[in-house]
């Protein structure tokens, strides 16, 4: 996608709520990840991985937040 849209690295973020998919694919991606505990993962399973993420948020919003303050 990065490359489809002419992005790069520091101007892409994964978000997702599955260490084992959305974040492991950030993360080989070498881009900033976002974990939202509002799906399937959970604070216990990135503590577990060995998937490094960048960032857990409760949820999107919490994210949306961020980005507007």
């Given at each position: 996608?990065?490359?489809?849209?002419?992005y790069?690295?520091?101007?892409?973020?994964?978000?997702?709520?599955r260490?084992?998919?959305?974040?492991?694919?950030?993360?080989?991606?070498?881009?900033d990840?976002?974990?939202?505990?509002?799906?399937?993962?959970?604070?216990?399973?990135?503590?577990?991985?060995?998937?490094?993420?960048?960032?857990?948020m409760k949820?999107?919003?919490?994210?949306?937040n961020?980005?507007?303050?």
């Open positions: 996608a990065m490359e489809k849209y002419g790069n690295k520091e101007q892409t973020l994964m978000i997702g709520d260490v084992y998919t959305d974040i492991a694919s950030g993360y080989n991606a070498g881009v990840t976002v974990l939202v505990l509002s799906g399937e993962g959970t604070r216990e399973d990135a503590e577990a991985s060995l998937t490094r993420h960048t960032y857990i949820d999107i919003r919490e994210l949306y961020i980005i507007k303050a």
